[in-house]
Every structure is written in structure tokens, then in C-alpha cells.
């Protein structure tokens, strides 16, 4: 089974400081992970993903996260918080074989202060 | 193709009344899913399509909850004899169930109010 944590419901930073917002997983085979960012009464968009390859992954908005098998993290990152970052962040793991059903952590609202 | 698009974004009904949702996949898509957001949760699995068969229903979805996708295109959910717990954000996302997985594409979702 999979599983996703993410620490911190509520992150609060100022604009321009460093957005860290952590991941931690659990999956008894290779994990996909992504990170989704969900503003108020919207749907999801995807920010970026982690299939193989390098694990330094580089997605939208100058957002980028590190897959860490040895801590089981997915952390997000960017440099410079921007007001409009403000929003709900999910990290989610998938098994890609059968179903390849997302599970996700339970979001953490992220909020800039100016 | 403008994504995945669902309706209606909004709808209030009274406790014990039936709704239907709609959703529209990416067409080339042959993956449609089902999730359900509840307040300051993550979206949970509800049920997923290949083409036209439904494969898998989670333990989420009780009687009361019916999904079609008679063609293979659209899909449609139902809700019977609301209940107040059921309000939340219905997601809909599709993919192309194939390898190397991309992710899903999620639509705008329809969120349900329970009076």
C-alpha cells in the first residue's frame, strides 16, 4: 500500500523568503510522485513530477522538489515566494501498474505574507 | 481539446434529493477517475473507467453512489437521497492509462451542497 504525508497543514512565509514545503512517502515499489497545487474552488494543476531519471525535478511557477529515496521525501521548494503562490499544495504517490490510482497527503495551505 | 471539463462547477441540493454529474474526458483519453475532496482534505479515489468499464469502486462509494460511462466518453455520477455528508468537491481527471505515466488531468470539479 501507499501512503503520503505531508508535514504542516498551514506554512506561512513572507514574499521573497523560501518556500519549503514537505513530503514524506511510503510504497513497497518505486514510487511516481507529484506535487498538485489547487487554488480556491478549482480543480487541480499539476506543478511537477517525479517518474525516473533525475531526481531534482523542475516544474511550474518556479516551483521544484527533490525525490530522496533514502528519506522517503518529496519535498517542494522555491527560491522567492510570490503572492500569488498562495493556494493548497498536495503531494501524491502512484503505483503505475493496474489501476495507477493517485493517493494523496492531505494538502497544506500555503500563505504569503506581504 | 480544452482539457477536462465538468458540470455543473456548483450545485445545492436538499437532503434526500438525487444529482448527476457530468464529465467530459480528454478524448484521446481512455482512463476517466473519480475522486472526491472533502474540507481541508486531499482528494480521495472514488471509482475509475477503462473505456466503458468501470474497474475498480472504493469502499467511499456506497449504494447510494452509481457511475456510467456508456460509450466510453462522458461519464456521468449519482448521487441518490443526498446526504449532509456528501458535500464536497467531486474531481474528475483522465489519463491515457498507459506507460510512461504522465499523471492525470484534472477538471475544474463540482462542488455539492447538502441543505
Known amino acids: 500500500a501507499q501512503s503520503v504525508t505531508q508535514l504542516g497543514s498551514h506554512v506561512s512565509v513572507s514574499e521573497g523568503a523560501l518556500v519549503l514545503l514537505r513530503c514524506n512517502y511510503s510504497?513497497?515499489?518505486?514510487?511516481?510522485l507529484f506535487w498538485y497545487v489547487q487554488y480556491p474552488n478549482q480543480g487541480l494543476q499539476l506543478l511537477l513530477k517525479?517518474?525516473?531519471?533525475?531526481?531534482l525535478v523542475k516544474g511550474i511557477n518556479g516551483f521544484e522538489a527533490e525525490f530522496k529515496k533514502s528519506e522517503t521525501s518529496f519535498h517542494l521548494t522555491k527560491p522567492s515566494a510570490h503572492m500569488s503562490d498562495a493556494a493548497e499544495y498536495f503531494c501524491?504517490?502512484?503505483?503505475?501498474?493496474?489501476?495507477?490510482?493517485?493517493?494523496f497527503g492531505q494538502g497544506t495551505r500555503l500563505t504569503i505574507n506581504p | 481539446d480544452t482539457g477536462v471539463s465538468q458540470n455543473p462547477r456548483h450545485k445545492i441540493t436538499k437532503r434526500g434529493q438525487n444529482v448527476t454529474f457530468r464529465c467530459d474526458p480528454i478524448s484521446e483519453h481512455n482512463r476517466l477517475y473519480w475522486y472526491r475532496q472533502t474540507l481541508g482534505q486531499g482528494p480521495e479515489f472514488l471509482t475509475y473507467?477503462?473505456?466503458?468499464?468501470?474497474?475498480?469502486k472504493s469502499r467511499l462509494l456506497s449504494d447510494r453512489f452509481s457511475a456510467e460511462r456508456p460509450k466510453g466518453s462522458f461519464s456521468t455520477l449519482e448521487i441518490q437521497r443526498t446526504e449532509q455528508g456528501d458535500s464536497a468537491m467531486y474531481l474528475c481527471?483522465?489519463?491515457?492509462?498507459?506507460?510512461?505515466?504522465?499523471?492525470?488531468?484534472f477538471g475544474s470539479g463540482t462542488r455539492l451542497t447538502v441543505v
Open positions: 481527471a483522465s489519463s491515457t492509462g498507459q506507460e510512461p505515466f504522465y499523471g492525470y488531468t
Open positions: 510504497s513497497s515499489v518505486p514510487p511516481y
Open positions: 501524491a504517490v502512484v503505483r503505475i501498474q493496474g489501476a495507477q490510482k493517485l493517493v
Open positions: 517525479y517518474t525516473t531519471g533525475a531526481t
Open positions: 473507467f477503462q473505456n466503458e468499464a468501470q474497474l475498480e
